[in-house]
């Protein structure tokens, strides 16, 4: 069974440009989520969706965030305009019963 | 106060030491339980998975949760080496659609 996958492994961008993140789950998981991990700390939820619709995004930071997941399958994240605190590992992860997640490698993101 | 206290550590044992990881909790709608191991510049791979109070163990590895307390706890047994990466702790209450929260992570070095 594959993994889930991400890309880019990792960005480096300046202030204020712009930036997507892709991921696509395990096949057949109807869960998918997108964490921010800041160095040294543990992962943050950032937005999750079952399916199609989001069910929580109460930390995404909508006015520079943005995330869709089309036709309940891959889905991206982006940044616009990215600040030097956005600068973490960005990982998607996916879950078939909606309470064990399994992760990605990860996204690796710097904001110079 | 955080809905999940975790020892940042670093925490460093001689190999074949026995290893206690810790979280505490505050939330009481917690039922899903899980610790997952993130080495450098990897995603978080699930190592256990319980749900409500009891033990589980998976080769050298013990998770035990203690629901009246607000405690959880990992034991690695005869520790190598290759155990040396953060471990973080998750909990779900589940009714919520699995949001997943994380703690800090501890971070481990087990020295040969």
């Known amino acids: 069974e594959a993994g889930v996958a991400q890309s880019p492994r990792y960005k480096i961008i300046e202030k204020r440009q712009s930036v997507a993140f892709w991921c696509n789950p395990i096949?057949?998981?109807?869960?998918l989520y997108w964490y921010q991990q800041i160095l040294g700390q543990g992962p943050k939820l950032l937005i999750q969706f079952q399916n199609n619709g989001v069910v929580d995004d109460s930390q995404l930071p909508k006015d520079r965030f943005s995330a869709e997941r089309l036709k309940g399958v891959d889905s991206t994240l982006k940044i616009q305009p990215a600040k030097l605190e956005d600068s973490a590992v960005y990982l998607c992860?996916?879950?078939?019963?909606?309470?064990?997640?399994?992760f990605g490698q990860g996204t690796r993101l710097t904001v110079v | 106060q955080k809905e999940v206290e975790q020892d940042p550590g670093p925490l460093s044992v001689p190999e074949g030491a026995i290893v206690s990881l810790n979280c505490t909790y505050s939330?009481?709608?917690?039922?899903?339980f899980m610790w997952y191991r993130q080495y450098s510049r990897k995603g978080p791979e699930l190592l256990m998975y319980?749900?409500?109070?009891g033990n589980k163990e998976d080769g050298r590895f013990t998770a035990q949760v203690d629901k009246s307390s607000k405690y959880i706890s990992l034991f690695i047994r005869d520790s190598q080496p290759s155990d040396s990466a953060t471990y973080l702790c998750?909990?779900?209450?589940?009714?919520?659609?699995?949001?997943?929260?994380f703690g800090q992570g501890t971070e481990l070095s087990v020295k040969p």
């Open positions: 319980t749900y409500s109070s």
């Open positions: 992860a996916s879950s078939s019963d909606r309470f064990v997640a399994f």
């Open positions: 096949s057949g998981h109807a869960t």
């Open positions: 939330n009481s709608a917690f039922q899903y």
């Open positions: 998750a909990m779900s209450a589940g009714n919520q659609g699995g949001k997943l929260i």
